[in-house]
């Protein structure tokens, strides 16, 4: 079965048929570098990592490009108040980037180019671009894209020319012909940085720098361009427009494009101050819960922020790796069996039974909702599996349910920490969330224990409630005594 996709272009699913047997070339737009990533980043980012995660779990050998936009006039205007560089701005920022995908599980992508390693491109290709009649300059040195010239214009965002151009205008100080022509070279401006060209001094425009990066990596025609809905219109009709228009062959096969994030049922934005930053979130939910929280709409589909439904998706990952600590557990006991058996065969059965529906509903436009809901009847299995065994669970069965439920996990991103490990990050996060002070909590424990080896037990129980108070339950054990967050 082919793997199917929504294409933006022709509006409808179609099969994914690579240009090159068994290989994918897939760009996606990054971030403008100059703050940190928030949540509506978090989306875009774990969306692509998941289906270039899907795509190699298919077998597809995929060449992933995501680009820095590392000149614009949000990093000029803040390198200009800080009294710095560009550079020094997208530098610091493309560093804070790459911390908080890591964070995030967010895999690097094959190749991530920056604009201004790429101007000498992009000059190349707005030269092209005049000599074709597709641009033109203005005096003072700006070059323009004359987009009644390019016969296709619209035809991604499904907007008509003559509308738009209807309700549109000339904004002061601008010289182009038409009010929809967009710039490929603005001429330098004081305290802006500026590179030589046939025009003048200047730099690029936004659109420019996509087209000249996705083919310089993946050639005049790839597979996928991807990037958030924000950006069909006008980034990427741009990008048509330039991109076809220089070389007359179509830039993408397919074209995905992920749904928008509100927050609280609103739309984001710095206006309303209701822009939530990566870091700030994983200070308070596990990564994988936020992405979880992500993976459960359709990527398509716009997706509700609050901290109702992240602390929804933590119970859901609680509840996921729950099952895989009831696994370590129980392949631990002694009194387990090592062959097969014909409980343990049919749970091995189920377990590759629901890979293919996981791998059906990821095949149907990447349907990571339908996906997850198979996770959750995989651990469901399993419990069964476990409560109906008892002690003589057979550890080849239930190791290999584990193998089967963590390679399907990994597609998202998930899974990734020994269950141990998640719920001490988990509680610790949790206890931080509620002011609740961890190492004093460690030292009331040690204090506990002191007692009660002195048989204090007064002291000890003094302790406990005090605790108890805090929200904090204790469990004792031939282990030792651990605790965790009522």
């Known amino acids: 079965m082919a793997v199917k996709v929504y294409n933006t272009l022709t509006r409808r699913r179609e099969d994914l048929v690579p240009i090159e047997e068994g290989k994918l070339g ?3 737009c990054g971030i403008t570098v100059y703050d940190l990533c928030h949540i509506g980043h978090a989306r875009s980012s774990v969306v692509f990592d998941t289906i270039t995660k899907y795509l190699r779990f298919r077998g597809y050998d995929v060449t992933y490009v995501k680009n820095f936009t590392d000149v614009d006039d949000k990093i000029i205007n803040k390198a200009n108040a800080e009294h710095v560089t560009i550079a020094d701005i997208s530098e610091k920022f493309i560093i804070e980037h790459n911390r908080d995908m890591d964070a995030l599980g967010v895999a690097r992508p094959t190749i991530a180019p920056k604009a201004t390693e790429n101007i000498s491109g992009m000059i190349e290709l707005i030269r092209k671009l005049i000599d074709k009649g597709l641009a033109y300059v203005v005096d003072g040195g700006d070059v323009y894209y004359a ?3 390019f016969r296709g214009y619209g035809k991604l965002s499904g907007r008509n020319i003559d509308d738009m151009i209807a309700g549109a205008r000339v904004e002061v100080g601008e010289k182009k012909r038409n009010p929809m022509d967009f710039a490929l070279w603005k001429a330098s401006k004081e305290n802006e940085p500026w590179w030589e060209s046939p025009w003048g001094k200047g730099r690029p425009g936004w659109h420019i720098e996509c087209s000249v990066m996705s083919q310089r990596y993946l050639g005049t025609t790839f597979d996928i361009h991807g990037g958030g809905e924000d950006l069909i219109f006008p980034h990427h009709e741009n990008e048509i427009a330039q991109s076809e228009g220089a070389s007359g062959q179509t830039l993408a096969k397919y074209w995905i494009h992920n749904g928008f ?9 710095k206006s309303l101050g209701n822009v939530f930053s990566i870091r700030d979130i994983l200070e308070k939910y596990h990564p994988e819960a936020v992405r979880l929280f992500i993976l459960q709409t359709h990527y398509r589909s716009p997706i509700d922020f609050s901290d109702e439904s992240l602390s929804e998706a933590r119970a859901g990952m609680d509840r996921l790796y729950a099952t895989l600590k009831s696994i370590k557990d129980a392949v631990s006991q002694t009194g387990s069996a090592e062959t097969q058996d014909a409980k343990g065969n049919e749970l091995v059965e189920k377990m590759s039974g629901l890979k293919e529906k996981f791998t059906e509903a990821m095949d149907d436009d990447f349907n990571s909702a339908r996906a997850i809901g198979y996770l959750f009847d995989g651990v469901r299995t399993i419990n069964a599996y476990i409560a109906e065994q008892k002690s003589a669970v ?13 390679e399907l996990g990994f597609v998202f991103g998930l899974f990734l920490d020994d269950p141990d490990d998640y719920f001490l990050k988990d509680r610790d996060r949790e206890a931080r969330k509620l002011g609740i002070d961890i190492a004093e909590v460690e030292k009331l424990i040690q204090e506990r224990n002191q007692a009660r080896a002195a048989r204090d037990w007064k002291r000890a129980d003094e302790i406990r409630n005090a605790l108890i108070a805090r929200k904090v339950s204790i469990k004792d054990s031939a282990a030792g005594t651990t605790w965790k967050i009522d």
């Open 26 to 28: 897939m760009y996606v």
């Open 147 to 149: 987009v009644d010239k």
């Open 261 to 269: 994030i509100k927050i609280n049922s609103e739309k984001m934005s």
């Open 394 to 406: 057979n550890k080849t069965a239930l190791v290999r349910g584990r193998e089967i439920l963590k």
